[in-house]
């Protein structure tokens, strides 16, 4: 019995409260009026964002042991760690987005505009970006407060990463929410997004900064490989240049020599001939050393393979107005009848203690 009566406490509480919202529709109205207005202003100066996505598929180094232990270790949970001598993977690609150095690199990207006009990627996001409505209240008052601090002097000689000003540090950071890299750890696939009011922009920057991306790795993967080619080219060019002068040396004292029988100018031949064949040797042994070099430098530059190339979005991303506009409504309800069921009874009750007197 008590059980059905504390039931039907319930109902009576929950009716009562819906028949208290109906009765102040008029005041719920007016919440929902002015959560509109605000949907509505909030539909009309909101900035419309294009997303253009690249994925890529990178080539690993890990052996064929080492991935199938990797494979275990997604099957039951865990890891087993990176079989790998790279200190760059694909799960670190994401990093390699908000270093500012990368960042700085595509400043000067020129990107050209849905209507035409080509400019530096850093002027687009600093003078063509505008903001919301709603914005500007802040945007004046920091305006109002930067009077009174002293004007930041800006070096010239382009940007120094290790001492930005105020407006390079914004633009980085606007960089890093329009610049998106997620790897996914069961397939190594590697999907970079970038996020921009004009779509011709945000493709052209996806594509840009997918090729900065394949650059970097290679650079960094085959950095010891290209100082050894230096290294052994120079030595192969130094051994042939050894050796031409040295076969130039024994060709000339031969033929002058042609004829004489005497047994020092043949120790003399034979000394040239002997030292000729030991450049000869340092010169082959080079020229293989050479070619095995260059073969290694190959084998040590990863090969990208895109799986979807950068295209330029027809269609804004984001909430549509529709909904924003029925979240708007829906939160005039919300706070509307929170008014009228405590909000309002609150008021109503300290007023009635202050003053002594029902209101």
Same mark, same amino acid.
């Given at each position: 019995?008590?059980?059905?009566?504390?039931?039907?406490?319930?109902?009576?509480?929950?009716?009562?409260?819906?028949?208290?919202?109906?009765?102040?529709?008029?005041?719920?109205?007016?919440?929902?009026?002015?959560?509109?207005?605000?949907?509505?202003?909030?539909?009309?100066?909101?900035?419309?964002?294009?997303?253009?996505?690249?994925?890529?598929?990178?080539?690993?180094?890990?052996?064929?042991?080492?991935?199938?232990?990797?494979?275990?270790?997604?099957?039951?949970?865990?890891?087993?760690?990176?079989?790998?001598? =790279?200190?760059?993977?694909?799960?670190?690609?994401?990093?390699?987005? *908000?270093?500012?150095?990368?960042?700085?690199?595509?400043?000067?990207?020129?990107?050209?505009?849905?209507?035409?006009?080509?400019?530096?990627?850093?002027?687009?996001?600093?003078?063509?970006?505008?903001?919301?409505?709603?914005?500007?209240?802040?945007?004046?008052?920091?305006?109002?407060?930067?009077?009174?601090?002293?004007?930041?002097?800006?070096?010239?000689?382009?940007?120094?990463?290790?001492?930005?000003?105020?407006?390079?540090?914004?633009?980085?950071?606007? +960089?890093?929410?329009?610049?998106?890299?997620?790897?996914?750890?069961? *397939?190594?696939?590697?999907?970079?997004?970038?996020?921009?009011?004009?779509?011709?922009?945000?493709?052209?920057?996806? =594509?840009?900064?997918?090729?900065?991306?394949?650059?970097?790795?290679? =650079?960094?993967?085959?950095?010891?490989?290209?100082?050894?080619?230096?290294?052994?080219?120079? +030595?192969?060019?130094?051994?042939?240049?050894?050796?031409?002068?040295?076969?130039?040396?024994?060709?000339?004292?031969?033929?002058?020599?042609?004829?004489?029988?005497?047994?020092?100018?043949?120790?003399?031949?034979?000394?040239?001939?002997?030292?000729?064949?030991?450049?000869?040797?340092?010169?082959?042994?080079?020229?293989?050393?050479?070619?095995?070099?260059?073969?290694?430098?190959?084998?040590?530059?990863?090969?990208?393979?895109?799986?979807?190339?950068? *295209?330029?979005?027809?269609?804004?991303?984001?909430?549509?107005?529709?909904?924003?506009?029925?979240?708007?409504?829906? +939160?005039?309800?919300?706070?509307?009848?929170?008014?009228?069921?405590?909000?309002? =009874?609150?008021?109503?009750?300290?007023?009635?203690?202050?003053?002594?007197?029902?209101?």
């Amino acid at each position: 019995m008590e059980g059905t009566e504390v039931k039907k406490s319930k109902e009576i509480n929950v009716l009562g409260i819906l028949k208290k919202i109906l009765h102040d529709w008029k005041t719920i109205s007016v919440f929902v009026l002015c959560f509109a207005v605000l949907g509505v202003i909030s539909v009309v100066t909101r900035t419309k964002q294009f997303k253009t996505d690249v994925v890529l598929a990178p080539e690993t180094s890990e052996s064929d042991l080492s991935g199938l232990m990797d494979n275990f270790g997604n099957l039951i949970g865990g890891s087993f760690g990176k079989a790998t001598s =790279d200190a760059i993977y694909p799960e670190l690609y994401p990093n390699i987005f *908000t270093s500012t150095t990368f960042l700085i690199d595509l400043f000067e990207v020129p990107v050209t505009l849905k209507d035409g006009s080509v400019k530096t990627y850093y002027k687009h996001l600093r003078y063509d970006y505008k903001p919301g409505l709603l914005s500007y209240p802040m945007i004046y008052l920091q305006k109002f407060i930067s009077l009174f601090k002293e004007k930041e002097v800006v070096k010239n000689g382009g940007v120094d990463p290790f001492c930005l000003t105020k407006e390079q540090y914004k633009i980085c950071n606007a +960089m890093r929410r329009n610049i998106q890299c997620v790897v996914d750890q069961r *397939t190594s696939l590697i999907t970079v997004s970038v996020t921009d009011i004009d779509p011709v922009v945000a493709a052209t920057m996806a =594509d840009s900064v997918t090729v900065r991306l394949q650059n970097y790795i290679i =650079d960094y993967r085959t950095k010891k490989a290209r100082h050894d080619l230096e290294y052994v080219t120079e +030595m192969y060019t130094q051994a042939q240049k050894e050796y031409f002068e040295i076969q130039a040396e024994y060709a000339k004292f031969a033929d002058a020599n042609m004829n004489v029988v005497r047994a020092s100018q043949k120790a003399l031949l034979e000394n040239l001939n002997n030292e000729m064949q030991l450049k000869l040797n340092l010169y082959t042994s080079m020229a293989q050393q050479l070619q095995m070099t260059r073969q290694r430098l190959q084998e040590r530059t990863p090969a990208f393979m895109i799986i979807q190339p950068a *295209t330029v979005s027809l269609e804004a991303t984001g909430m549509s107005s529709f909904i924003r506009l029925f979240i708007f409504c829906f +939160m005039g309800v919300a706070f509307g009848s929170i008014w009228c069921l405590y909000i309002r =009874d609150f008021i109503k009750r300290r007023k009635e203690k202050e003053t002594g007197r029902k209101i």
